[in-house]
């Protein structure tokens, strides 16, 4: 490959995995004790908005108890180095990314500490719990729900990651399974802009055939090493 100018870094569960946050669908995946249809979708939120509440409390509550770890770190140091153009998309809803140091970043799928007005669409700092009928601290209106993009709503910020997808050199999926769209799709448009794939995953990922390249291991270790075989090579 040659020395990449853009690149576009999509992280998901597992990046945040050894920082003791559980993933989705591993072995002692969140959603074992939870039905993801009693969570996270609107029709829960509407049905039984104080369970679904307290799931995010409980998870934002979480994050106080976590740090970001060495794949975390090792992607900040890349955003604070790389000359050429970046972009780090992530799935995930921890502020890992933002706590390591990264900049150019974008939360596809939300993030735990900022709310949401349903009626007003203004976002805010969330308060800590976020009980149901919290008012909105814009319109007033007890609205504040948590901003998570739940199944059935589009991820925020698609015009811009496709954008950056379809521009870049190198696409680079972390510790994402691949199985839930439209993020899992965005190696198929970064291949055929002509960009090269790489995957770094504990395991290979549902779209793993899709990837020029797949290094299998524990994000830590494999994405320090990228990072510093890419900046060793531009430096
Ligand atoms: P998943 O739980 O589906 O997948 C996590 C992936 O990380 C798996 O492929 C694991 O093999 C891998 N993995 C686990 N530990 C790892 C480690 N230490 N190093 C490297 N890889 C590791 O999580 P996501 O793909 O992020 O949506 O799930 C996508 C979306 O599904 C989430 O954003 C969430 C969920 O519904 C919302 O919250 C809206």
Known sequence: MTQPRSIVILTGAGISAESGI??????????????????????????????????YDARRAALATVEPNAAHLALARLDAAWPGALLLVTQNVDDLHE???SRRLLHMHGALRSALCALCGIRSASP???PPDTPCPDCGEPALRPDIVFFGEMPYHMDAIEAAVAGCDLFVSIG??????????LVRLAAAHG????????????GSDLFDETRLGLATALVSAWVDTLLHRHG
Not at 24 to 48: M, N, Y
Not at 176 to 185: D, E, I, K, N, W
Request: proline share 10%; aromatic share 6%.
């Open 195 to 206: 960009a090269a794939t790489l995957e770094l995953n504990l395991e290979p990922s549902a």
């Open 99 to 101: 706590r390591a140091g």
């Open 176 to 185: 994402t399974s691949g199985a839930v769209y439209p993020a899992a799709g």
């Open 22 to 55: 559980a993933t989705f669908r591993g072995p002692g995946g969140l959603w074992e004790g939870h039905r993801v249809e009693d969570v996270c979708t609107p029709e829960a939120l509407a049905r039984d908005p104080a369970s679904v509440h307290r799931f």
């Open 128 to 130: 800590d719990p976020l």
